[in-house]
């Protein structure tokens, strides 16, 4: 009996995608709808917390949007990955807000969602659609109003608040070369976005692919068959192929923690061999004679190669999650 044709459906949501330095639209929202912010109070506390955490984990921040009951984010995850950054951005806001409020239980769903992006094609798009959502919603009437809107990353772009954690240079540059251009050259293709419904083209798609691989795929397509969508990914087929591709090669390679830390371990006790000294004078916090760049190159290791977090690999170290960040943005 031959096979049946796939039906086009979006394959269920796997485990997510990421690596350092990896384009994400992120997307929050209260459980049951309900409001992650009452007032301002709110507000600033969960930018300042966003803003916090990615200048300590080197996430990079280029759009945002704070609604009543769900937030958008555009951001480049930094070598602790995305599920890191979420998971300290919203378990610390939600301890904050209960406490504020006197309430208990869940704040946000308990799954964020979050869509790998292929920045040349859609960095644009993305942005304007983030931060145009304030006006969408109603919550302001006019682009002059969206201009002065503290909550969302178009008032960064137009020069009317300031957040020295969001990229807005590397935005802006995206429109023109000098920023009073790129402003106005971005707040035109902002007002042509505003008639565009982008919601089904930005929500994710890309490439279909099936199970058994993309021969598989290839050779469904030549019989006419029809494939399942990865809803983690927006791009072109060959962006969405190559990610897919590069997260098969990590999970085939990465061992489980208990082994990496195994193994950053003995990594340690061997450069400690090598330099003349103890693990324990390593961890010691002392900065004196080379330790202070032997420390360096043991924290790339532990993240980069070994795929640890920041706090792991400081526990491991003997210094603070702040200290290996800072190691990384200094190479």
């Not at 394959?11 to 384009?23: E, S």
């Amino acid at each position: 009996m031959p096979n049946k044709p796939l039906s086009e459906n979006v394959m269920p949501r796997g485990p997510r995608l990421d690596a350092p330095g990896t384009l994400h639209h992120v997307m929050v929202r209260g459980i049951e709808r309900g409001s992650i912010v009452h007032d301002d109070a709110d507000r600033s506390e969960f930018l300042k917390r966003m803003g916090n955490l990615a200048q300590q984990s080197g996430t990079g921040i280029y759009a945002f949007a704070l609604m009543n009951n769900h937030a958008h984010i555009l951001l480049k995850s930094g070598p602790e990955g995305l599920s890191s950054y979420m998971r300290r951005l919203l378990s610390g806001y939600a301890q904050y807000f209960n406490r504020r409020h006197r309430r208990v239980g869940h704040l946000f769903q308990n799954r964020y969602k979050s869509i790998i992006c292929e920045e040349d094609a859609y960095f644009d798009k993305l942005v304007a659609y983030i931060h145009l959502n304030p006006l969408r919603a109603g919550l302001v009437d006019t682009f002059q109003q969206l201009a002065s809107y503290s909550w969302a990353g178009h008032a960064v772009l137009m020069g009317k608040v300031s957040y020295e954690w969001m990229e807005s240079d590397y935005v802006l540059h995206f429109f023109g070369g000098r920023a009073g251009r790129a402003r106005k050259a971005y707040l035109e293709y902002l007002e042509e976005e505003m008639n565009v419904d982008r919601e089904k083209e930005l929500s994710g798609g890309g490439l279909v692919r099936s199970q058994g691989g993309w021969s598989r795929v290839c050779s469904m397509r030549k019989r006419g068959e029809k494939a399942l969508s990865d809803e983690r990914i927006l791009g072109g087929d060959d962006f969405v192929r190559d990610v897919l591709k590069q997260a098969e090669e990590r999970q085939d390679v990465l061992l489980p923690e208990s082994e990496r830390l195994e193994q950053f371990g003995e990594a340690i006790k061997q450069a400690c061999e090598s330099a003349g000294i103890t693990v324990i004078f390593l961890r010691s916090g002392s900065r004196s004679g080379s330790l202070p760049s032997m420390r360096k190159e043991l924290a790339r290791k532990g993240v980069y190669e070994y795929g640890l977090s920041l706090t792991e690999t400081g526990r491991q170290l003997g210094v603070t999650t702040n200290a290996v960040s800072y190691m990384l943005k200094k190479e």
